[in-house]
């Protein structure tokens, strides 16, 4: 039934801020843009990840950090979480090792959104 992740989207007030900031956080520009939705192709198997003006956000969206947590993979954690701090997230839950070589992190972007990012050699 689930054949894997097609695109996670996250919302943000500052549409074009949200844009310049994850054009940043992962060093690519959007491969598809329309006003007010702006898409990135991530990491080896380029899932996509949908930037959203918060105005289309579905009645009831709620604008607290929670909900799902995606947790990207990433080759260093220490140095992702550190970078995503200096580019204006804030910690929401620090590295954490959950088992053998299993580590998770989570920050919220400067617009409300919970980034996950995890190491797993297995």
Do not use: C, K
């Not at 329309?34 to 192709?41: A, D, K």
């Amino acid at each position: 039934m689930l054949r894997g992740i097609a695109t996670v989207n996250v919302y943000a007030a500052d549409h074009a801020a949200a844009s310049r900031w994850y054009t940043e956080v992962l060093g690519i520009e959007p491969y598809f843009q329309r006003p007010g939705y702006h898409e990135f192709r991530v990491g080896d198997l380029q899932q996509e990840l949908g930037i959203i003006d918060r105005r289309y956000a579905p009645a009831g969206e709620p604008d607290a950090p929670g909900g799902a947590v995606v947790h990207w993979h990433v080759d260093d954690l220490p140095h992702a979480v550190d970078r995503l701090l200096e580019l204006g997230a804030t910690l929401r839950e620090p590295v954490t090792e959950r088992g053998e070589g299993f580590v998770t992190a989570s920050v919220v972007d400067p617009f409300g959104n919970v980034l996950g990012v995890m190491s797993n050699p297995h």
